[in-house]
């Protein structure tokens, strides 16, 4: 990462100190015909920084991350195929 044209270290302080995250989404779906699935999704997102100005979390004295955000998604999944799903063979 590179802040003013300049390289940022890992855990360096900058302004705004970058965000550090992941992600997981769970989607099953279930096949309505070959060309149409139909599904739902649950999606979990968290970001956090070693600097910053965001809610600190501790362990004893030593702070352990600052958290950037957490996002939780729910939804339906409609996903159509321009070509049939091949048939699987017995």
Request: proline share 8%.
């Amino acid at each position: 990462m590179t802040r003013a044209g300049r390289r940022v270290e890992f855990g360096a302080s900058t302004d705004p100190a970058p965000l550090l995250g992941g992600h997981i989404r769970i989607a099953p779906t279930y096949a309505v015909t070959r060309r149409l699935d139909l599904g739902a999704f649950a999606e979990v997102a968290a970001s956090a920084t070693p600097t910053g100005n965001a809610v600190r979390v501790r362990l004893g004295e030593p702070r352990i991350f600052t958290l950037g955000g957490v996002e939780v998604s729910v939804g339906v999944e409609l996903r159509v195929r321009a070509w049939p799903k091949p048939t699987k063979q017995r």
